[in-house]
């Protein structure tokens, strides 16, 4: 994929993470609008503790949108010396499921946080939920209607949009069975329980204001009945609470403070702070931030989802997907996350983060700790013509120039060499300086090499190998004497070096923002045909055989890569999986030079 051309990243970018962030690694976030309410919180003594909750819906795999919220959920209870809990927020038992429970409990521990025994299910809570509809309804505060859901939302009325953007809204009508009496609504939602009326027969809805302009008032929703088999309460229920009146009793339930959620729920915060006082449940408070948007990806579970059943990505954990297993399966670390969430920050404005952001903090954190090791992914073979059949020499190749400690290894140099093929030229392009006849290159940790000629198959004049002969002076970049060459090129022992397979990847979408969608298309049209190449036979240094799934490598001048979980096995050899993580050449710096940020 090309540069981008409309970088545009948050709109209210925090200054970086300051010194505290090394003292917590973990999840300390830059000063912002939340921290600020909280320490007025505090101050005014509407709360005398912090306590936050990360309550993911079992319905899908964590994405980098949840690293943010995780981040500041945990990095506020942290600051203000609190707690946060893990929260299964599981009251839909149509989506939900325990293998999602499984991947999220491993994905949080990845990303570095840490609940300890804090961990919460909102259908450990529907006995405590059902007794607080009751003693709403005993308020005459709710009742039970018998329209259909269809007929709810037409009785509910539309908002209308004119040009100056000021909402009006039609006026809703009153359900025929709004005034009910308490004890008929208290008999009938006792018998909805009891599983007397089939789905979708009745529901129980809050009684509060069918002219509200906030159509999420009109009488919402609090129970419907549904005869699914829950994953953890089986059939025990066959009516389920709807999450507005859910949420905020399942916070008061845990002592919730401070219950931080993404800006969509901001229209959902009458609502929370209503049942909280109908159901005279602890005041927790609902605060809002905005979600992290990224470019030339969707965020939404439900996106992802589709993406995933219909086979456009091998799973969740596809490294091009931007859920955590996918991140982390690509390569990304979880400081590298961490970081980036750090640094952009907590704004109250939706935004688009642009993704060569995420690469640059991801390149920041793998320079420092990858070693580096040398690959050749289109190998083309380089004969030294003056370097005896059967010789071999030990070179000295640095393993990490930015960790001293990283030490160094050997690697052997023989007659027959692997290039990158595009490193060889026929006809060389203007400011080409790497090899063709009669032109020197170096080689990496070894020679200056002068090109001698090539040969090609006879049927195909396809290039087949490249001549050249070595100078002995010029051994190992010691002797960097007057032998000036523009340029070095990375390569490896024909005899020496072990197959792999490399998987590279580029962004998942063709476009910046898949979610706006051209009319008569689907998102799905947005994905970039060309998002992976896999290149069945490239050749590694011989160590890479060892590596183990998760470890990180810079191949020289390719790129950062990491060992995938898979191993390719055909005619009796196993090559190992690498996945390009990210490639060397960062295009946020230019970014920020174009003064765009
Ligand atoms: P999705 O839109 O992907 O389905 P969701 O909000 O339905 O997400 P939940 O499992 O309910 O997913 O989310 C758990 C928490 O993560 C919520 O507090 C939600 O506000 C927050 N969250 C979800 N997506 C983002 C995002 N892109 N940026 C920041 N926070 C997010
Ligand atoms: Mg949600």
């Known amino acids: 994929m090309g540069e981008t051309q409309d970088p545009i990243v948050s709109r209210a970018r925090a200054v970086p993470a300051s010194a505290q962030e090394a003292a917590n690694p973990t999840c300390s976030m830059p000063a912002n609008f939340i ?60 989506k939900e499921d325990s293998s999602y429970v499984e991947a999220i409990k491993r994905d949080v521990r990845w990303l570095g946080f840490d609940w300890e025994d804090r961990e919460y299910y909102a259908s450990d809570y529907y006995d405590y939920l059902y007794k607080l509809a009751v003693k709403i309804i005993k308020k005459g505060k709710a009742y039970v209607d ?15 949009e004119d040009k100056t953007t000021i909402t009006h809204t039609l006026s809703g009508r009153n359900s ?52 699914d088999t829950h994953y953890r309460t089986g059939t025990a229920w066959c009516i389920y609470p709807m999450y507005d009146f859910q949420h905020p009793l399942s916070d008061a339930k845990e002592g919730i403070t401070h219950s931080l959620c993404s800006l969509e729920y901001e229209i ?26 990224l470019s030339y990806t969707v965020l939404s579970k439900r996106y992802l989802l589709r993406l995933v059943q219909e086979k456009y990505v091998a799973g969740w954990d596809d490294p091009r997907m931007p859920t955590i297993a996918g991140l982390r399966r ?17 704004a109250k404005n939706d935004s688009m983060v642009d993704i060569a952001f ?16 040398m690959a050749v992914l289109r190998p083309l073979k380089l004969i030294i013509e003056n370097w005896e059949p059967g010789r071999e020499e030990a070179l000295e190749a640095v393993n990490n120039p930015e960790d001293p400690g990283a030490g160094s290894r050997q690697i052997p140099f023989s007659r027959e060499l692997w290039i990158e093929a595009e490193d060889f030229a026929e006809v060389p392009p203007p400011k080409y300086y790497r090899l063709y006849p009669g032109n020197r290159v170096r080689l990496r940790y070894g020679y200056i090499i002068t090109c001698t000629g090539f040969d090609t198959d006879p049927l195909t004049g396809k290039i087949i190998q490249v001549r050249g002969t070595y100078d002995p002076e010029t051994r190992g970049g010691n002797a960097q004497n007057n032998r000036k060459v523009k340029s070095t090129i990375h390569w490896l022992s024909c005899n020496h070096a072990i197959p792999l397979e490399v998987r590279l990847y580029d962004y998942l979408f063709a476009v910046e923002r898949p979610m706006e969608v051209p009319p008569g298309a ?45 191993t390719q096995e055909a005619g009796g050899t196993k090559k190992p999986v690498f996945n390009r993580t990210v490639g060397l050449r960062d295009t946020w710096n230019k970014i920020k030079e174009k003064g765009v940020i």
Not at 183 to 202: S, T, V, Y
């Open 522 to 566: 689907a998102f799905t049209d947005m994905l970039n045909p060309q998002s992976m190449e896999v290149i069945p036979l490239a050749y590694g240094e011989s160590c890479l055989q060892d590596a183990r799934a998760g470890d990180r490598y810079q191949f020289e001048r390719l790129g950062y890569f990491v060992r995938d979980p898979d």
């Open 35 to 94: 921290a600020d309410f909280i320490a007025e919180d505090l101050h005014t003594g509407r709360f005398t503790y912090v306590h936050t909750r990360f309550p993911p819906e079992p319905n899908g795999w964590l994405h980098i949108g949840h690293c943010k919220a995780l981040m500041v959920d945990f990095s506020m209870a942290e600051q203000f010396g609190g707690k946060c809990n893990l929260r299964f927020d599981d009251t839909n038992p149509e």
């Open 358 to 373: 995420l690469e640059y903090c991801l390149r920041e954190d793998l320079n420092k700790r990858s070693l580096r090791v």
């Open 330 to 346: 690509r390569g990304y670390t979880p400081e590298a996350l961490r970081s980036f969430i750090a640094q952009i920050g907590i």
């Open 146 to 160: 018998d329209l259909s859901e269809a007929a709810i939302s037409e009785y509910r009325g539309t908002a209308v």
């Open 176 to 227: 025929p069975y709004r005034d009910r009496t308490v004890e008929e609504n208290l008999d009938l939602f006792a018998r909805m329980r009891q599983g007397e009326f089939p789905d979708g027969a009745k529901t129980l809805r809050a009684k509060i204001d069918m002219a509200s302009p906030n159509l999420l008032l009109r009488d919402p929703v609090m129970y419907r009945i549904r005869r």
């Open 268 to 293: 959902h915060r009458p609502l929370y702070e209503w049942f909280i006082r109908e159901a005279e449940v602890f005041p927790s408070r609902q605060i809002e931030f905005a979600r992290l948007n």
